[in-house]
């Protein structure tokens, strides 16, 4: 009897351990292009990324955290909703910031995006969590400098808080008619593809 106790008592224990293990998240925070706009969720690079890290056999969910419109600006004010939500859950391990694009394509000046990305970032350190910036560029057409000073932004504070960057989330696939859909900005089915492959090859040493 006492046998049978003790084989359902790891069995039960091996059970939890899987999972606890099964609770590290990792949260994609973003806007459209995180949302997945004009793509199935199913479609989106967070969800690709996800069976990306299960199928290495490493156990974390991936959170799609993307609202369409979102700014760098309303960015702590999103981020400390989605903290104290998972903080009644499990804290996740891992944030994935990808804000920006929004900025820059209404002509924001890339100071303050940089100073709202930087309160993002400190928010998010402050809760021992791992943070991950997901860099961007702006097209040509809107001038040199201020593409130059855009573009900037990324490298300059993953230098500062000693953050993994990863330097355009949209490597092969911005630009490309192939990658995306008609309206020449948002990633198509295949873009989002490229997106995960970019972002899994970026961060498989920090899971």
Do not use: C
């Amino acid at each position: 009897m006492m046998k049978r106790f003790y084989i359902l008592f790891f069995i039960l224990t091996f059970f939890f351990q899987i999972q606890s293990r099964a609770e590290d998240k990792l949260i994609v925070m973003g806007d459209s292009l995180t949302e997945g706009y004009g793509v199935s969720k199913d479609s989106a690079f967070p969800a690709l990324l996800e069976k990306k890290i299960k199928a290495d056999g490493k156990s974390w969910t991936v959170v799609n955290a993307g609202i369409s419109g979102s700014t760098t600006a309303s960015g702590p004010g999103r981020l400390k909703w989605i903290l104290n939500q998972k903080k009644a859950e499990s804290k996740p391990k891992i944030i994935l910031v990808i804000l920006g694009a929004n900025d820059g394509l209404r002509g924001l000046k890339p100071e303050e995006s940089k100073k709202n990305l930087s309160k993002i970032i400190e928010m998010i350190q402050e809760e021992k969590i791992t943070v991950v910036l997901g860099g961007l560029y702006m097209p040509p057409n809107y001038g040199k400098d201020y593409t130059e000073r855009f573009k900037k932004i990324y490298p300059e504070l993953s230098q500062k808080y000693k953050i993994k960057l990863i330097p355009f989330i949209l490597d092969k696939v911005g630009g490309n008619s192939k990658f995306n859909l008609a309206d020449g900005i948002h990633p198509n089915e295949e873009g989002h593809k490229i997106i995960s492959e970019n972002i899994y090859s970026a961060i498989k040493d920090l899971l």
